[in-house]
């Protein structure tokens, strides 16, 4: 079955950072793309970050560049999503989520798993 875990979420001051994780299992790891969204509040689900676990490329969205950093520990099965320099607007739930194959891929309908969400604050 697989099964993916996020946690690390909770409440920080703008300007702060959070780690968040993504732990997987049930599937090989390295067959498959890990990518991080978020939904903030009356808002729709976006995506944030990419990565594939084979290669170990990523991608951003533009609002994160710079101040998000996605990695992977294939050892570990676990996808970690570094958030610094936080923003009040990047409060929201994050959800991360797998697809197979391997390759990139920065829209929702392109993944097959989903995780359940780790609430992330950033007050003012």
């Known amino acids: 079955e697989v099964q993916l875990q996020a946690s690390g979420g909770g409440l920080v001051q703008a300007g702060g950072s959070l780690r968040l994780s993504c732990a997987a299992s049930g599937f090989t790891f390295d067959d498959y793309a890990i990518g991080w969204f978020r939904q903030a509040p009356g808002k729709e689900r976006e995506g944030v970050s990419y990565i594939s676990s084979s290669d170990e490329s990523t991608a951003y969205a533009d609002s994160v560049k710079g101040r998000f950093t996605i990695s992977s520990d294939n050892a570990e099965n676990t996808v970690y999503l570094q958030m610094n320099s936080l923003k009040p607007e990047d409060t929201a739930v994050y959800y991360c989520?797998?697809?197979?194959?391997?390759?990139?891929?920065?829209?929702?309908?392109?993944?097959?798993?989903w995780g359940q969400g780790t609430l992330v604050t950033v007050s003012s």
């Open positions: 989520a797998a697809r197979s194959p391997f390759t990139l891929a920065t829209t929702e309908d392109e993944y097959d798993y």
